[in-house]
């Protein structure tokens, strides 16, 4: 077991002090598109996204990332929130059409420089820079011939990733590729709801593939030119549970953790795809060639895992059999919804809609942990969004939020006592920000924007949070 800072525990039933291992990285998280603003600034080029949001109808609102939190320009004010906060850790994503306008050919050196001057400023604050080099934003030239679906997507990332590792490469140890492989591709190219908007199976899973193919050329990429970083990808993973026992709800669970899990932690950490999920999907043309496991399944030093949420599905009795052959009709996320209904469980919800399940959190790290090979874990984003406004005096109690990182960092705790070798915890997000499809409409932030004056200003969060990290975990609970 893991040895725990001053664990004390009572038999009163009360929650105990909760401390976690000297050395966590405690963090947030944030990503270019949602922070940044800038958009045609600095030499930086389209991504799929801002096509996606200019086009009416694609985000509530109308809401685009143009100005967003204005990051690009008030980056220093936001490293001093940071230090305030004691964040010893902060994830945040480069956006690629800022650094390679078109996505091929020409870099551009100001958007480099944007983020040295990001990497520098943490530094110089004692904050571990955690940078992710594809959150989404797809330079809008490479979606233009065929985007992810298309092979020669991951050689352009990968060549992309050697870039800026070489640039940031010293001052920068810790790597994530790919954030939430399955967003990109699934929401992204089957049900359409994120950029670039298609809706074609086929080319969902061939943006699977290619998304994990490029993961693995750009740690092979990175690796060899520092070999003393930590490389691996963020994957965002949900605990999944059937309604019932019936086997038709068993086999909806089996399919939706199939397609949301096990289709990227399989070739990632063992080097194939899941049989069953292959099998499910064999009506779409998905034959991805073996020689590229070898390449996904390089070694990597990091696993990031977002987690936020529990789904509780349900089969249609009876045709169990049929739902197999069209896995595309199964998943509310995805085309259509015939086979699989994502059922209420009646656990509390967020702000979101999204199941409150903190034993889920523990359920998928110690399933990482008990049925892969061993890798240190890191919590890459865990959060909750709402819609909040300040009260009377400017406050924004947010008791929801406090409450669940709260349980979620016990089931953290919980996980790294049974021996998970979970090192930090990022939570989603330092600041409120451009929610993709909700726009501005949720709030996910430890830090509240007033998106008309791009005024900051800490929720009760943020200084609960300060106070966990200053602890090293949370107090017992009486
Ligand atoms: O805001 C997103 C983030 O970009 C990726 N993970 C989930 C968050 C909340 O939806």
């Not at 050689?155 to 940031?168: C, G, I, K, S």
């Not at 899973?205 to 963020?234: D, E, I, K, S, T």
Request: proline residues 7%.
């Amino acid at each position: 077991m893991t040895s725990l800072q001053d664990d004390t525990s009572d038999d009163t039933g009360a929650a105990p002090a909760a401390l976690f291992p000297t050395g966590f990285r405690w963090g947030a998280a944030t990503a270019a598109y949602q922070i940044e603003g800038a958009a045609d600034e600095g030499g930086r080029g389209p991504s799929i996204w801002d096509t996606f949001a200019r086009t009416p109808g694609k985000v509530l609102g109308g809401d685009t990332g143009d100005v967003a939190v204005d990051h690009y320009h008030r980056f220093r004010d936001d490293v001093a929130l940071m230090e305030d906060l004691g964040l010893t850790s902060y994830r945040f994503s480069i956006s690629w059409p800022r650094v390679q306008p078109a996505g091929s050919g020409a870099f551009n050196p100001e958007g480099l420089d944007f983020y040295r001057r990001l990497v520098d400023a943490l530094l110089d604050a004692g904050i571990e820079p955690w940078p992710t080099l594809y959150h989404w934003d797809l330079p809008q030239p490479l979606e233009d011939k065929g985007g992810w679906p298309e092979r020669e997507t991951a050689h352009r990332f990968a060549e992309y990733a050697a870039h800026v590792h070489e640039a940031l490469g010293d001052r920068v140890r810790h790597w994530t590729t790919v954030n939430e492989p399955w967003c990109a591709a699934f929401l992204g190219y089957a049900s359409g709801e994120h950029a670039p908007g298609r809706r074609d199976p086929s080319a969902s899973l061939h943006a699977a593939h290619h998304l994990m193919l490029g993961h693995g050329l750009a740690v092979q990429a990175m690796r060899a030119h520092a070999p003393g970083n930590r490389f691996g990808a963020a994957v965002n993973l949900y605990a999944v549970s059937p309604a019932t026992d019936d086997p038709a709800d068993v086999d909806a669970a089996r399919r939706v953790d199939g397609l949301q899990n096990r289709l990227f932690l399989d070739p990632l950490l063992l080097g194939r795809y899941p049989w069953d999920v292959l099998a499910d999907t064999s009506g779409h043309g998905f034959n991805p060639p073996s020689e590229d496991l070898a390449v996904i399944h390089q070694p990597i030093d990091q696993l990031g895992i977002n987690y936020y949420s529990r789904h509780t599905v349900a089969g249609t009795p009876g045709e169990a059999a049929q739902a197999a052959s069209s896995p595309f009709a199964t998943h509310s996320p995805w085309v259509g919804s015939g086979h699989v209904r994502f059922v209420p469980s009646g656990r509390p919800v967020t702000g979101m809609g999204w199941d409150i399940d903190a034993g889920g959190l523990y359920e998928v790290l110690t399933r990482v942990h008990g049925e892969y090979p061993s890798v240190p874990l890191y919590i890459t984003e865990n959060g909750a969004g709402y819609d909040e406004t300040p009260d009377e005096d400017g406050a924004v109690k947010d008791a929801g939020r406090i409450g669940y990182l709260d349980a979620h960092l016990r089931a953290c705790h919980d996980a790294v006592s049974g021996g998970v070798p979970l090192r930090g915890y990022f939570t989603w997000s330092l600041l409120d920000n451009f929610e993709w499809a909700w726009g501005y409409s949720k709030r996910f932030g430890l830090v509240h924007v007033d998106y008309a004056t791009q005024r900051r200003a800490p929720k009760d969060s943020a200084r609960w949070y300060a106070g966990v990290i200053e602890r090293g975990g949370l107090p017992g609970r009486g």
